[in-house]
């Protein structure tokens, strides 16, 4: 140790200790172990982009005026000199034309709001079909869907405050859309507007709730985000010597602090070049916003295009009765498809949890085809948001593909109810078949393309047993979660309390579904019939999982004697 | 906190280090770990802590390389800094190309200076840090039983003592009052805009009112619009420049030939062919701007509605529920097309009171 370090360590280090004992909690910290996953840096995707957003958020807050009042054009722009605008896109012009570095600022800002959003949502998928959100951490699954939704609110008023064409006409539909909400909607529009539309205040509204309202919100719910990540240390991928019961990999200080810090600075960096050769929102071309007028192709930031497209398949269903309209053809699709979603993904960990009767503590992930139903259901839920999504660029598809506008909306209606039944389908089938690949590999090993004649003339190809770190992942959490409590009462038997009544009867057959999977056979027979019922990992309330894997083995099988079945 | 009740000579914390749950893994021969004490007393005797971290990297000449293309990559990365200051010193902006060129010194400037360091940091912890993997253990989160039980105690303790369970009195008139001060705020809010009334039931169309061409803002006589096949906008005269009005009373007019336009249009509300309809898309409000002449279709560019203009707007397809409404034409004294009157509907978006 350098004498540097000592003297750093003795003069400063003992000042603050002397003052904070902070030496056994900040040694803990600087020891703290963080498993390596690539899936692991797209939270920290981001959280870095959220950082961004912050830094130059706060530079553009310096000159942009968020006003309606109208100027007279006279900036670096010529040809929308003399033209009538609010202050608020006079301002947003004068930033990318007048301000040194204002123009690859907004483009950052806007660019990184893209990637945050994104980064979201690919994170959110790795915890699904991980099942990292399994207990213990339920919250953390929370709070992200909560980030999620304020992310979408806080980028639809982001990129409506410069006042353009094109954020107008969003703006438009956004208060379209309230407008038609039952009961409250015309009285929830007026208040927000301060009355009729366009009017004088939303964007000074927008602008307050844009930079103080939600990133707080932001903030504080990214703070607790990862205070329980780091409380409840990460979850880690499967492999050898990993288990529910320790954590491996490099440590905090200085490992994940030099490689962290790289991250942060490869996607500033990526962003920088993105915001120097890729335009995004040239506001100066869409001109000032006006309610007369629209450009065809208006398109939504990308996270909003599920919204737009589900306004766009909706069929035009509306009542009026006893005086009072019911727009169902606005309100139902701007509310129940991301409804849906949404309060889908948030109960999934307690339904799953429930149907499983699995309430042990989660630390290592599943391979996403070790619950080839979880992974179905996820990858259902991606084509119904998918089809939603490019529902909503349905003009642009039609016009480039040649496809007819009205076909292509049919057949988006039809694939919006069809498309995720046959992905969970597929994905199922896909799923499965690669456990029979896997428990192929378990049983007869790796194939060694060596050919060998045995005595007796026939010839044989050798394999060799997968190595320990491989055969630790692939024995990994094999048939998926544990099953909720022995076989169904076909046998004759008394249902365990839990499986009895309807309710009962649904969770069983739940479980059943959740946990079908290819077992591995340890004399070799893999028939693979995938009806799940070799699953015998009954995992009592409360048992902590511990190190062992869940899944059949000799070892700790056959609880019901149902191995015999096979 | 365990040992909070000690008390240690200043400066003495180098002996509190406390045992690592991580089982250690050694890498490489570990020397002392405290070479160096401030310390008095002379250290234990005994074999020396061993390392969780080895000191170095396994491969030096590797290592070596590493380095000289680390150092090579924060330079560069100095350097580029360096460059973005010039170029925001350097390069003016006020003009368009300006600008651009302001642009591309700063942003390439700035992803080289970024983009160095994150290459540099990552070939450092790649080939410069030695490679580890330690382990830690978990504990279960739960706290254990005696810790709830403690916890369940001064909580109940507390309970007891505030009276809150005792004195429902007093409970139950405290939870009394912070309902009304729960709503207090939303009252406050009261204030963000007026009520609606029936000001969505109406537009600022009058009889007699001209029609402007959206744009230069002139008036326009049946003879100037004679094309059939064609639309335009047309705004309320003296409203032009009023955004909260043109919101509702923009309009669209377009001209057909004789026999092409067909019920429900109202016959008596044209003028010479040309009918006008609310530009205001009865979906969510996106100004229909797109026509198509040979098959009279009105297109909302927004989510694709479709008016048919030869029969009175009505829907042919997408989301949008009601026509467009269709404003009463006439002409006035001078030969310029006016409004005969509102439109005799509300005019776009359903709302709750339209009924």
């Known amino acids: ?566 | 906190m365990q040992g909070s009740g000690e008390q240690f000579p200043p400066g003495d914390g180098a002996e509190e280090l406390p045992e690592s749950r991580a089982p250690h893994r050694v890498i490489g021969t570990p020397p002392p770990a405290r070479a160096r004490t401030l310390l008095e007393t002379p250290p234990e005797d005994g074999p020396p802590e061993p390392r969780e971290l080895p000191a170095g990297p396994s491969n030096l000449p590797q290592a070596k390389r590493a380095e000289r293309l680390v150092a090579a990559l924060f330079i560069l990365s100095m350097l580029a800094s360096i460059g973005f200051i010039a170029a925001y010193i350097g390069l003016e902006v006020g003009t368009v190309g300006s600008a651009g060129r302001s642009n591309l010194a700063l942003g390439v400037s700035m992803s080289v200076a970024f983009g160095a360091l994150a290459v540099g940091a990552v070939i450092w912890v790649r080939f410069l840090m030695p490679q580890v993997e330690l382990t830690e253990e978990r504990k279960p989160l739960a706290s254990t039983r005696q810790q709830r039980d403690e916890f369940k105690k001064t909580f109940t303790e507390g309970a007891e003592a505030s009276g809150f369970a005792k004195r429902p009195l007093v409970r139950r008139t405290l939870i009394a009052a912070t309902v009304p001060l729960a709503i207090a705020p939303l009252v406050l809010l009261r204030d963000m805009g007026p009520l609606p009334g029936t000001s969505l039931r109406h537009t600022v169309w009058r009889r007699g009112m001209r029609l402007l061409v959206f744009g230069p803002n002139t008036p326009l006589r049946p003879a100037d619009f004679a094309i059939p096949g064609q639309m335009i906008t047309v705004v309320p005269d003296g409203y032009q420049d009023n955004l909260d009005v043109l919101a509702k009373a923009t309009t669209i007019i377009l001209k057909f030939g004789p026999g092409e336009l067909k019920p429900p249009t109202v016959m008596n509300w044209t003028v010479d062919g040309i009918v006008a309809y609310s530009k205001i898309c009865t979906h969510v409000g996106c100004p229909v701007a797109l026509y198509e002449q040979t098959t009279h279709h009105i297109l909302c560019p927004c989510h694709q509605s479709t008016f048919d203009a030869a029969a009175g707007a009505q829907v042919i397809f997408g989301p949008a529920a009601r026509p467009l409404p269709q404003l009463p034409l006439t002409t006035d004294a001078e030969g310029f097309l006016v409004a005969a009157s509102d439109y005799h509907e509300p005019v776009g978006p359903s709302f709750w009171e339209r009924g």
């Open chain 1, 1 to 566: 140790m350098s004498k540097t370090t000592d003297a750093l360590l003795d003069g400063t280090g003992r000042f603050l200790d002397d003052r904070l004992r902070a030496a056994r909690p900040v040694r803990g910290f600087l020891r703290k172990i963080f498993p390596d996953h690539w899936s692991f840096l797209l939270g920290e995707i981001a959280l870095y982009s959220f950082i961004i957003l912050l830094l130059t958020g706060t530079f553009l807050t310096f000159f942009f005026q968020p006003s309606m009042t109208e100027v007279v054009y006279h900036g670096a722009y010529t040809p929308l000199r003399g033209v009538r605008m609010s202050e608020a896109y006079a301002s947003t012009l004068n930033i990318s034309f007048d301000v040194r570095g204002g123009l690859l600022m907004r483009q950052i800002h806007h660019w990184a709001a893209l990637l945050f959003m994104a980064a979201i949502m690919v994170h959110l998928l790795r915890v699904f079909f991980t099942g990292a959100y399994r207990k213990p951490r339920e919250f953390n699954w929370l709070i992200g869907i909560v980030l999620f939704t304020l992310g979408l609110l806080e980028g639809l008023f982001g990129y409506s405050l410069p006042d353009d064409l094109l954020s107008g006409t969003g703006l438009r539909i956004t208060q379209g859309v309230l407008q038609s909400i039952p009961i409250v909607g015309t009285y929830g529009s007026y208040f927000l507007f301060g009355g009729e539309f366009p009017g004088h205040i939303i964007i000074p509204r927008l602008y307050i709730i844009h930079v103080l309202l939600i990133p707080a919100l932001l903030l504080a719910l990214i703070s607790a985000h990862l205070f329980f990540m780091f409380h409840q240390k990460h979850t880690q991928m499967p492999g050898k010597g990993r288990t529910n019961a320790n954590v491996v990999g490099a440590p905090m200080y200085p490992y994940f602090m030099a490689k962290t810090g790289a991250f942060f600075f490869f996607i500033f960096a990526v962003l920088a070049l993105l915001s120097t050769f890729a335009q995004i929102n040239p506001i100066w071309l869409f001109g000032p916003y006006n309610p007369s007028g629209i450009t065809a192709g208006s398109q939504p930031d990308f996270y909003m295009g599920a919204l737009e497209g589900s306004l766009r398949i909706m069929p035009a269903w509306e009542w009026n009765v006893f005086g009072h309209t019911f727009a169902f053809n606005v309100f139902i699709p701007a509310l129940v498809p991301l409804g849906i979603v949404f309060t889908g993904a948030a109960l999934w960990p307690f339904i799953e949890r429930w149907a499983l009767g699995d309430y042990s503590e989660h630390h290592v992930n599943d391979r996403p085809r070790n619950a080839p139903t979880r992974t179905a259901i996820g990858m259902a839920a991606i084509t119904f948001w998918g089809v939603l999504w490019l529902e909503g660029a349905n003009d642009i598809i039609a016009d480039q593909l040649q496809i007819p506008l009205y076909t292509l909306t049919w057949i988006a209606r039809v694939a919006i109810f069809v498309g995720p039944v046959v992905a969970y389908w597929v994905t199922k089938r896909i799923c499965l078949g690669l456990q029979r690949k896997d428990a192929h590999l378990l049983e007869h090993g790796v194939e060694t393309g060596i050919i060998r004649q045995l005595p007796s003339g026939e010839y044989v190809e050798l394999t060799k047993p997968v190595d320990e770190e491989m055969r630790a992942v692939l024995e990994y959490g094999r048939v998926g979660a544990p099953q909720l409590t022995g076989p169904p009462a076909d046998a004759g038997e008394v249902p365990a309390p839990g499986a009895r009544g309807p309710l009962g009867r649904m969770r069983t057959r739940l479980s059943r579904v959740l946990t079908e999977g290819i077992p591995v056979e340890a004399d070799g027979h893999g028939n693979g019939h995938g009806n799940g019922h070799g699953s015998p990992a009954a995992v009592t309330a409360g048992e902590q999982e511990g190190a062992r894997p869940a899944g059949p083995g000799p070892e700790h099988g056959g609880t019901d004697g149902d191995d015999a079945a096979h």
